[in-house]
């Protein structure tokens, strides 16, 4: 009964008045890119843009843009919930409602937003709902941040695109991506930030579901 309880629990949205409390003071986080050096908070370069992505295990998604042309920075955080200054071990109840994204720094001259959207699509499986492979739970739902109307547009319609390739391949199942803004992004703690990069041997990923997501 416990187990059943716990599993609702994590795939079940919190409101806003049974969310866990948070607290007031950011929690410690790295300063730096492990891999660039570069600065992760702050200001970016004049003309640089920001998306957020939900793919499931944050490390791995991390790692499949911070080496993409066109790419500043990227970092881990919990967006998309109520708790303020939530911790990893705490989003992983289910009781902030936050997922686990990675922030996208990007030069659009370099790389555009379709560009990296098709390396999200194709990146894990958008269809899982409130999970990603082993990994259950409302912190591991496919999610997209925009910061504006535009790139909003341009989000919504690659998802019809790739729900439009799922369907002519054969496949039934439906993408559950959301796509929101006004989220407030909270950094998650040091340890997670380029994970990868320095546990080079860290066992699992994310699987695609081999569909081609149209880009035009």
Not at 95 to 116: C, E, F
Not at 152 to 179: C, E, H, I, P, S
Not at 185 to 202: C, S
């Amino acid at each position: 009964m416990f187990l059943i309880d716990m599993f609702n629990r994590k795939t079940t949205m919190p409101t806003a008045e049974t969310a866990l409390p948070g607290r007031n003071d950011p929690i410690p986080t790295a300063v730096s890119h492990h891999v660039s050096g570069r600065p992760l908070w702050g200001s970016y370069p004049s003309g640089f843009r920001i998306i957020h992505l939900g793919m499931g295990n944050f490390w791995f998604a991390e790692k499949a843009f911070w080496t993409v042309p066109g790419v500043w920075i990227t970092a881990c955080g919990y967006q998309g919930g109520f708790t303020p200054n939530p911790t990893y071990q705490e989003t992983i109840t289910g009781l902030t409602g936050h997922v686990h994204v990675v922030r996208v720094v990007y030069a659009p001259a370099v790389l555009s937003l379709k560009d990296i959207l098709k390396r999200f699509f194709e990146g894990h499986d958008p269809t899982q709902g409130m999970r990603q492979g082993n990994d259950i739970g409302t912190a591991y739902r496919s999610f997209i941040h925009v910061e504006d109307d535009d790139d909003r547009a341009v989000a919504l319609a690659m998802r019809d695109a790739y729900q439009q390739a799922l369907t002519a391949a054969g496949r039934n199942a439906k993408v559950a991506t959301d796509v929101l803004s006004a989220a407030r992004f909270y950094p998650a703690e040091d340890y997670h930030q380029q994970y990868l990069a320095k546990n080079p041997g860290a066992p699992g990923g994310l699987r695609g579901l081999g569909i081609a997501c149209p880009i035009d």
